[in-house]
């Protein structure tokens, strides 16, 4: 049974600690909703949203031919051009403007979602009113290295859910065979992407949402083997949690799993993916110290599901397994 799309919505505002803003953005859902329409729909609430406080404007390096002398000449790039005789110039200058980083992304986003294939006609008159709204603002060429250099500040952190938003959007469009155009990969079919989320959800929800447990963290765990050499050492993989919850008396370690099938099974009868409780039980064993809590930590297999309930319990001297 497929995730309820409102689902997905959740588990990104909680994943991206975003959560006063998914109250703000106001998101309704119906059952046929595809995920491009939800993403489409959150990224033009959030722009009308900016529009309302008024965009971001900034001074932006401006870089024109001039009749005469603005701002800081570009010598070597003025004798190129052969324009001293025409009395004219190459100046750079800074002019107060938005269009800024932050708003280009904006606009780049929404002009790729309007030549993006199967997005709702609706969502799609609404981004273009949206994108003429925006007009001044230029587009400016995608990737990883623009988002990874995004810098926010007291003034605009308000930009940090769109920027959110559009770069999963960024992520998830692809160029299509036809020029110009894109198509969207639908995430929720990627267990792998979709593992992370879900680790992502539950570690941001615990943070958020109890106060029982101080510490929420990811841990490295050592290896209690004894080790010789450094050679050996060498080859041992990173032991980390996905989750563990920690206070002054307890301990829970928390591995979250994320599959489209839950369950493995074998001759009609599920079971739980072995490999998933080997890792549950290597992390109750080699998290032990000289600490009390470590010796009764309790260790949870989490899967989200939607039709099927387990309720399942172990235990091994005196740590507790749960799934």
Not at 47 to 64: E, F, H, Q, S
Not at 121 to 133: D, G, I
Not at 224 to 243: A, H, W
Not at 298 to 304: N, Q, T, V, W
Request: charged residues 25%; contains cysteine; positive net charge.
């Amino acid at each position: 049974m497929p995730i309820p799309i409102e689902n997905i919505y959740y588990l990104l505002c909680y994943s991206w600690n975003k959560l006063d803003e998914m109250k703000q953005v106001n998101v309704s859902v119906d059952g046929k909703i595809e995920l491009i329409d939800l993403l489409a729909k959150v990224l033009a609430n959030s722009a009308k949203i900016l529009l309302k406080r008024g965009v971001d404007k900034n001074y932006v390096d401006n870089t024109i031919e001039f009749s005469g002398v603005k701002g800081k000449v570009q010598i070597s790039e003025t004798l190129k051009r052969n324009l001293l005789h025409m009395q004219k110039s190459v100046c750079a200058f800074d002019i107060f403007s938005s269009d800024t980083i932050l708003n280009k992304i904006i606009v780049t986003t929404i002009y790729r979602l309007l030549r993006t294939t199967g997005l709702n006609e609706n969502l799609k008159s609404e981004l273009v009113v949206l994108y003429k709204m925006l007009s001044g603002i230029g587009l400016i060429e995608l990737s990883d290295r623009v988002f990874d250099g995004i810098r926010l500040n007291r003034n605009n952190h308000f930009y940090g859910f769109i920027m959110k938003v559009c770069q999963l959007l960024y992520e998830s469009t692809l160029p299509s065979e036809k020029n110009g155009r894109y198509k969207f990969s639908d995430f929720i079919k990627d267990d792998h992407k979709m593992n992370r989320l879900f680790e992502s959800f539950v570690r941001n929800f615990y943070k958020i949402e109890q106060k029982k447990f101080n510490t929420v963290k990811k841990e490295i765990l050592k290896w209690q083997f004894e080790i010789k050499d450094i050679e050996s050492s060498r080859y041992l993989p990173q032991m980390e949690t996905d989750i563990t919850l920690e206070n002054d008396t307890e301990k829970i370690i928390i591995d979250a799993k994320y599959y489209s099938e839950t369950m493995a099974v074998n001759y009609d009868r599920e079971k739980i993916k072995s490999a998933n409780l080997y890792q549950l039980f290597s992390y109750l064993i080699n998290q032990r110290s000289h600490e009390p809590k470590t010796q009764t930590t309790k260790g949870i297999l989490l899967y989200p599901t939607i039709d099927a309930d387990y309720d399942l319990h172990y235990r091994y001297e005196q740590h507790f397994a749960s799934v």
